[in-house]
């Protein structure tokens, strides 16, 4: 077992299920680990998570519940 943090999780999902080779990949929920948040850049194998934190309710709200 690993473990990681809640974004990372949902980052990871997204780009390695994903099929593609290279992608950005955006994760925004309402709360984990601390982080609301983040943004990484998958390349291959690669997940470089690029930025991460708290973001507002507004931004939240563009990208649904």
């Given amino acids: 077992i690993t473990l990681v ?3 990372v999780a949902h ?11 290279r992608a ?4 925004a929920d309402g709360w984990g680990d601390a982080e ?3 943004l ?3 390349d291959g ?3 470089d998570i690029l930025e991460s ?3 507002q309710a507004s931004d939240q709200c ?3 519940p």
Avoid: P
């Fill in 24 to 27: 950005m990949v955006l994760s």
């Fill in 53 to 55: 934190g708290l973001m």
């Fill in 11 to 21: 980052l990871a999902s997204a780009y390695y299920g994903s099929g593609f080779e």
């Fill in 5 to 7: 943090r809640h974004q």
């Fill in 40 to 42: 990484a850049r998958g």
């Fill in 45 to 47: 194998l690669n997940l």
């Fill in 62 to 64: 563009l990208c649904g």
């Fill in 36 to 38: 609301s948040g983040a």
